[in-house]
């Protein structure tokens, strides 16, 4: 396996930490409202965006990387939404739930790769993608089931449904301003920076600002370093080499590490279908690998 690939395999996994420090963050302020989500994405992107300033070179940017700049902005607030969605999903859904759906990317992405620039994944890299979703859908039908009925409320769901396509299209936005000239680093920062500014702004504005203990601030730390630093920032070098949909069905494992990091840390443990379904995952994911690195 090829290095930008085993990191954005690992980031993967980075990422996949975010539901339980989203939940353990929850926890720990007593609180799970929708305001209290924004405040905690917004902390982190600020936190993920600051640390990754002085290593950017935005002073590089040349006035021919205006559109990529567009792009990047864009994409940012695109993010914004998504972070808004799925993190105010968790509080109505269980994490395998909320991860597999905000993970059904590969369907989103080649319809809009489709619809917009007439792009589609390479043929043999199809059954990849078809059996990563099909392992997804059987994860989120086997926890679905295994819940109590009174346990799954329909907001929870549509919410990170819709933090799912605005994923999508952050995928597609980010690969299009780097292939009109910024580096990772450069586009990584701006659409952060953008995002966080948003939804900071939107906390300001319609909530209110948690009080920030010792033990939040350090949540919102490794959120920082971690989903989004390592794992973000993995996903969005990949997406130099590969395309989108490709990308996408990667993130497929996020749901198997987030049922595997829910079982350790919130005693919420999958049941054995829904590893079945893992299984499943995984092996369509190895695939599209393989024929990605061909």
């Known amino acids: 396996m090829k290095r930008p690939v085993f990191l954005a395999t690992a980031g993967v996994l980075a990422i996949a930490s975010s539901a339980i420090l989203i939940r353990l963050a929850f926890a720990e302020a ?8 924004l ?10 965006t600051l640390l990754l300033l002085p290593f950017s070179a935005l002073k590089k940017i040349k006035p021919s990387d205006l559109p990529a ?4 902005l864009l994409s940012g607030l ?8 799925w993190f105010s999903s968790l509080a109505y859904t269980s994490v395998v739930i909320s991860t597999t759906l905000v993970t059904t990317n590969p369907i989103w ?3 809009l790769s489709l619809i917009f620039l007439k792009e589609f994944p390479p043929a043999k890299a199809w059954p990849g993608i078809i059996i990563a979703i099909v392992g997804s859908f059987w994860m989120s039908l086997q926890e679905a089931q295994a819940l109590e009925s009174t346990e799954v409320e329909l907001l929870g769901p549509l919410l990170a449904l819709m933090g799912a396509i605005c994923a999508s299209c952050y995928l597609l936005l980010g690969q299009a301003a780097q292939r009109r000239g910024l580096s990772v680093l450069q586009y990584s920062v701006i659409a952060y920076g953008t995002a966080g500014s948003a939804l900071a702004m939107g906390v300001t504005l319609f909530g209110s600002w948690p009080t920030w203990s010792p033990v939040l ?10 989903p989004q630093i390592f794992g973000h920032t993995s996903i969005n070098g990949l997406l130099r080499v590969w395309k989108p949909a490709s990308v996408a069905t990667l993130i497929l494992l996020e749901p198997v590490g987030a049922g595997v990091f829910a079982g350790l840390f919130l005693d919420e443990w999958p049941s054995t279908s829904v590893f079945m379904g893992a299984a499943i995952v995984l092996g369509g994911v190895l695939w599209t690998i393989r024929i990605q690195e061909t």
């Open 109 to 111: 992405v080649a319809l």
């Open 69 to 72: 700049i567009r792009f990047a």
């Open 30 to 37: 007593g609180r799970a409202d929708p305001f209290f989500a």
């Open 39 to 48: 405040a905690i994405a917004a902390a982190r992107i600020l936190v993920a």
């Open 78 to 85: 695109i993010l914004a939404i998504h972070f808004g969605t």
């Open 217 to 226: 601030l350090l949540i919102v730390a490794a959120m920082a370093l971690g």
